[in-house]
């Protein structure tokens, strides 16, 4: 991604970026003393505060706004569940060994990699592509002799790799096996042969006690463990439908050769909804209508399909009509989401809603949409929008013999005429014997006009004959004694059903790299001072102190601020270092800190404080009170900066910044 | 404990409270349409709600207003850190097999249970107690013929069993095992002899990637993350001691046979802090002094000792000066530890600290003190404030070769006048060849006086003899040109030591289960209406909003209601239902609902609604903007009810609330 811009349009390094956040200490390898180990993190004290931050958002912006059940499910799951879910047999990576080194290669991106690679050395040699980059990744393929720079190909193979490219994620290991073979795919980095794909399931296996036979896995989703509390959510809402159940916590995937920073991890934090509702009445949403005016940027089925990717702007409620997006909750959820997004300070020019593809989606899945995030990594899926239809609660309620489903009064009471036959189960009993439940089934089971028939032929020859399967003779007599076949009426006034479920599921890490990556920016004077625009509610520390120097008439006053800070929780840091307070308030805008105080002299004269603003470094002064007061309404997202600076003497400053 | 009371003084009864918390689905055991397992819950809305406003108010407590480091470290731990901490080799249960039924018993547990039986029915032969109570675990016991009634024993016996029921947890499983034979020791609820003990360890084991040969474990504890995070909270901190770090994350233990409910579970939260204090300067705390005069409920060792368990209300100050508590900063947190206790609602008459035996403390502990908390299953260890001297840092520190010190600047220079024995490189490398490092190290060791010594004698016979092992003839002659020995002067600017640690470390699991216990009381006037009187501050939700009928009057007002207390973020429930407004106010102070707004006619009439205090069920009427106030500041922590009804009209009602 050469051309990933920061906030203020200035070309992102990566270097510098990932030096701020080491510097900082926001994040690291886990266990450095001990060599690190792949894709776990470490939160240092300004990403642990940013996420503690964006999960209270998120908590107000769901949970207590939509009114949903908070849930708390365990992580270890034993290995039933997990079995029945899918999980045990399909939540795999298919890998290949190169057998002369021992790497382990994903298979799916093995080929896709080679594949690829060949396309644009085709697209170079028919001059409408550059010729691939050449970054140190490359130049060890071109060694290899897997690239060559620009070679052409068929146009019937292009077609074919393109066919594939597409429906890769379709592919079984043995489809992916016959590709390697077929089109001569090795490994890029040793121009090896590889091994035929294996199957390794992602989960962390342990076991349960000391005497459990039966493995048991740390989770994979927090979903699963939230359809099994159904009952309970059913209990606790009084059976009222919609309802929605949301879980914040950790989920884990043991993958094969982590990557990618943050973004591909093997613990990792979730939030996920589980909204159920009736598949009845085309999953319509009661508060669509507050939201159906809102734009979203949303790159449809249909577009990617012309080969496009750039998204329209499409109003929700026009979306749902048009049936692009699949019905009301998914609309509501899409747009809420951006809300979100929007309120902990997302780039609203780096978010789209993807589409899945039919072959992307699970077979049960109706409509899919990714919220994706722009960051140097490229489009990233950041929350998965799925309707996973009724496949969960059906499939755990045949495997453990439970009722999972709703019932529901009707509002009006449902009359039915039908006929019925019954036995007199006095006489039928002695009669049949151990034959007689099967025989009262076997009549239950006739079809309405078969019972009709029957009616007039026991009225007419006072006997009828009855298939029963599991008799000797395959079929009984039933004399008018036995049984009588009539006409009936009866009423209904519940109906029971399994409610399909809308899954709207954020992955946390990776929206905190790409909202730190969206705040990023360095100063037009000064590239080396960088810069992390976090809005205030969301910045983990939300005022820098900065007395002047440490002259003991300061320290009263700073004690008067730091306990007015305190009274209002506002978190604060005390800067009393020797350097200069532009070099200060520089240091700390690293770390994102929207607000710096500073006391001075004029404070020992007469009170007041200066207040200064971490993006436009514009400053007003005012008394503590007054200034804390601002900094209040400023974290609590009650007013911005341009409301303080209108409001409060604006404060000139010398160079003190340079 | 039978004599266990509610908050009003009531008789507590366990069925009660267990009914009450499954019928508002507060927790269960995890995964029940499968059977359930033991050990693991799942949190309901009401429970997850509380648990996530305590931890909000930990946060305030502890992170930021003492300014604290707050870490995310990873639970999946590699086996080579926990192999150092000690835990793959020591954090382990011993184990007892009935090999008749295959029962598997702790042995501490079987060996404790035995002994204290046979002690009861010793005290009830000698008429000092009453013969031990029948329930049922006691009358099995008894048909086993493990324990009688009452049997008196020897003097000598007595002494002896009181003396390994002291010294118990110091027992290795060989000592166990021991005891067991030599008292006779059976499994109580068969009467078998068990298979000598085992020690099983009580990690979780897994494997992270594919092809690692190590296993890793689920973490026991927070706290190692933490320790290996070292150099990066000194790095963020600059080096500035003390500092202290803070981590909210699980731990896991594979109990064997879990009991007592959220009280020992396979899989739990723990919010752990660890600061780091230099051990020279007696642990002072900076803030000592703004606490030292707070009273604490003390159980000390020498109060144990004395057979007694009430605790003495000491201050704190006191305490410290007088060494029953070991230094400040260990005292400065058993403070904050009670303040925070009494914010969450803990009743402050089921709290106390007690303090650990020395046989109870790990060999690197200086002090520890341990905050109880009572509730029905006794006193139960809810925060371990344990003092870990340098243990961890160093034994980290050694294991991987790494800096886990802090450097200080002195603040005055340290002048130091020693003698130095140096060898002339050029000569000695010739001269020893590969022994020249040992030869070198040899000379370093030797002792201020032998150098003195050694001077001399190079002076007067030009040569010396030094001991050096590593060489064949274990010494080796040093003449003139190839050393010399002198008295040296250098300045010390810096000193470099290892901090020790404090820890105060909380299961929050335990006091989540304990607050719901100390908020548990019925009406007087209706023993089958039970109360949770969790404070406005942590209750899960804070408004129920109760329209007299669902008369389409309302609906305007409970609109405008709902969108006040939306924009002050507070959670509240609306309940339509048909029921009297007294059952729906009773409904939901089971599930601890500190308020409650009736919309009724004068509401359509004068826009004024009612607002209902839960513990006194005494209500005031005002305007909503002024009761969506009052609710805000009582919610915050500002105002408490007292301070509402002093200030708004008192409304009186009728029989509403039978």
Redo the contacts between chains.
């Keep these: 991604m050469t051309d990933y811009k920061t906030l203020t349009g200035q070309p992102f390094k990566r270097e510098d970026f990932d030096s701020l956040l080491k510097r900082?200490?926001f994040l690291?390898q886990?266990?450095?003393?001990?060599g690190s180990?792949?894709?776990?993190?470490?939160?240092?004290?300004p990403?642990?505060?940013l996420?503690?931050e964006v999960i209270?958002i998120w908590?107000?912006h769901f949970i207590?706004?939509e009114?949903m059940?908070?849930?708390?499910?365990?992580?270890?799951?034993?290995h039933?569940?997990l079995k029945t879910s899918g999980h045990v047999d399909r939540f795999a990576d298919y890998?290949c060994k190169d057998p002369k080194n021992g790497e382990?290669l994903r298979t799916d991106h093995l080929i896709k990699d080679v594949l690829e690679a060949r396309l644009q050395s085709d697209r170079a040699a028919r001059g409408l592509a550059a010729a691939p980059a050449e970054d140190d990744a490359k130049k060890k393929k071109k060694k290899a002799g897997a690239v060559k720079a620009a070679e052409k190909l068929d146009e019937s193979t292009v077609a074919e790799y393109e066919h594939i490219l597409a429906t890769l994620d379709d592919c079984t290991g043995d489809d992916m096996g016959k590709l390697i073979v077929q089109h001569n795919i090795k490994n890029p980095s040793t121009g090896n042969d590889v091994e035929p794909p294996v199957a390794?399931n992602l989960m962390?296996?342990?076991?349960?006690?000391?005497?459990s036979q039966e493995p048991a896995y740390?989770r994979p989703e927090t979903a699963q463990?939230q359809f099994?509390?159904f009952?309970?959510l059913v209990?606790?809402s009084?059976g009222q439908m919609p309802m929605a159940s949301a879980s914040i916590g950790?989920s884990?995937r043991?993958?094969?050769?982590p990557r990618s920073g943050l973004l591909r991890v093997?613990?990792f934090l979730m939030a996920e909804i589980e909204h159920f509702v009736d598949p009845e009445g085309g999953k319509a949403h009661p508060k669509f209508h507050t939201v159906a005016n809102v734009k979203l940027p949303l790159l449809s089925r249909q577009i990617q399909k012309s080969g496009k990717t750039t998204p329209e702007q499409i109003a929700i409620g026009e979306a749902v009509n048009s049936k692009m997006v699949d019905n009301e909750t998914l609309g509501y959820f899409l747009v809420r989401i951006m809300l979100f997004m929007q309120k902990i300070g997302i780039d609203m020019n780096k978010l789209r809603f993807r589409q899945h593809m039919e072959n992307e989606m699970a077979h049960y899945a109706s409509d899919c949409w990714d919220c994706e995030l722009l960051n140097s990594y490229g489009w990233t899926e950041c929350v998965g929008c799925a309707d996973r239809s009724a496949y969960d609660l059906s499939v755990?309620e045949a495997a453990?013999n439970?009722n999972?489903k709703v019932r529901e009064m009707l509002k009006e009471p449902k009359h039915i005429t039908e006929w019925v036959a019954v036995l007199d189960k006095k006489k039928s009993g002695p009669r049949f014997k151990k034959d007689a439940k099967a025989v009262e089934a076997a009549l239950d089971m006739l079809s309405q006009d078969l019972k009709e028939k029957l009616s007039l032929d026991l009225e007419n020859e006072g006997k009828i004959e009855v298939d029963v399967d599991q008799v000797e003779s395959g079929k009984v007599e039933l004399t008018k004694d036995l049984v009588t076949i009539e006409r009936q009426s009866r009423t209904e006034t519940t109906r029971e059903y399994t409610p399909n479920v809308i899954e709207p599921s954020f992955g946390i890490g990776r929206i905190l790299y790409s909202l730190i990556e969206h705040c990023y920016w360095t100063r037009e004077n000064d590239p080396a001072r960088s810069v992390l625009s976090f809005p205030p509610p969301v910045a983990p520390i939300k005022v820098l102190v900065v007395p002047l120097s440490r002259n003991a008439a300061f320290s009263q006053h700073i004690a008067a601020l730091e306990s007015a800070l305190?009274a209002k929780?506002i978190?604060y840091?005390v800067d009393q270092?020797g350097v200069s307070i532009g070099k200060r308030y520089s240091r700390n805008d690293e770390l994102g800190i929207p607000f710096g105080v500073t006391v001075d002299f004029d404070t020992v004269k007469d009170g007041t404080v200066t207040l200064r603003d971490r993006d436009s470094t514009r400053q007003v002064r005012a008394d503590v009170k007054e200034i804390v007061r601002a900094i209040g309404r400023m974290v609590k997202g009650k007013e911005v900066w341009k409301d303080v600076q209108a409001r409060l003497p604006v404060f000139e400053t010398g160079a003190e910044e340079e």
């Design positions: 900082k200490v690291w886990s266990f450095e003393p001990y180990v792949k894709g776990l993190f470490d939160y240092g004290p990403l642990e505060g996420e503690s209270n908590r107000d207590r706004h009114k059940m908070a849930l708390k499910c365990s992580m270890l799951t034993p039933d569940v890998m382990i390794v962390f296996k342990t076991q349960i006690g000391a005497t740390l463990g099994l509390s009952q309970k209990e606790y009084d950790y884990f043991n993958e094969l050769s093997r613990e755990h453990t439970t999972l305190d929780h978190s840091r270092s």
